[in-house]
């Protein structure tokens, strides 16, 4: 296993389109995080899967945000109607139990002009 | 209310000093996991370090070490003979058994100069 995938890596899109990015965790990790950083700041959590269950979601989580994570294997993390403040790079994370250390991949770099 | 403070926003040392980065928690929780993450200019963030908050015993890896005290809220981090390569954004995170999710500070940005 060579780790957290996450495709695209960068993704340059016009305000009020809709933008996919997708992860793909440690194969044998049943814990998936999405989180989203901006420049300067740290990490800031988003959602988190157990296998398929969405167990937890952060009020940064608005409306046009949603995950999914079918079967407990990938997940995808969908915006809708993009906005300029959507611009981050969005980071997704794994791990087997919790208190683990969660491993991230390289992220997604957004780009809403 | 469960925080991290990362209060050195920036720290910039000369190859072969010592430095010491600081992290303070703040969690009600009596179960909680600590960690440290090193985000390279590449972006990916790279896994140092886990303790537990039964386990205050300090750790050291090579160059690397921490220290944990429970009284102080702290868990700190030095590097030893710092070497350019060791230039990046360093992050603290806690997590806690009543929450799924890694909370982080705001990272410490250190420069190594040549």
């Known amino acids: 296993d060579t780790g957290v995938s996450q495709n695209p890596r960068h993704k340059i899109t016009k305000r009020g389109q809709n933008v996919t990015f997708r992860c793909d965790p440690i194969?044998?990790?049943?814990?998936l995080y999405w989180y989203r950083q901006t420049l300067g700041q740290g990490p800031e959590f988003l959602t988190y899967?157990?296998?398929?269950?969405?167990?937890?979601k952060s009020r940064l989580l608005s409306d046009r945000f949603s995950a999914e994570r079918p079967k407990g294997s990938f997940s995808t993390l969908e915006i809708q109607r993009t906005e300029q403040g959507d611009s981050a790079m969005y980071l997704c994370?794994?791990?087997?139990?919790?208190?683990?250390?969660?491993?991230f991949g390289q992220g997604t770099r957004l780009t809403v002009v | 209310a469960q925080k991290v403070t990362q209060a050195q926003t920036e720290i910039s040392v000369v190859e072969k000093e010592d430095v010491t980065l600081d992290c303070v928690y703040e969690?009600?929780?009596?179960?909680?996991?600590l960690f440290w993450y090193k985000q390279p200019p590449s972006g990916e963030l790279v896994f140092l370090i886990r303790?537990?908050?039964?386990?205050?015993q300090n750790e050291i890896s090579g160059r690397y070490s921490w220290n944990f005290q429970k009284s102080t809220s702290s868990f700190n981090f030095t590097i030893t003979a710092s070497q350019v390569v060791d230039s990046a954004v360093y992050f603290c995170a806690l997590t806690m058994d009543s929450s799924y999710k890694l909370i982080f500070g705001s990272g410490t940005r250190l420069l190594v100069r040549p």
């Open positions: 969690t009600r929780d009596t179960t909680y996991y």
């Open positions: 994370a794994s791990s087997w139990d919790l208190g683990d250390e969660a491993f």
């Open positions: 194969s044998e990790h049943n814990r």
């Open positions: 899967f157990q296998n398929e269950a969405q167990l937890e």
């Open positions: 303790r537990n908050s039964f386990d205050e």
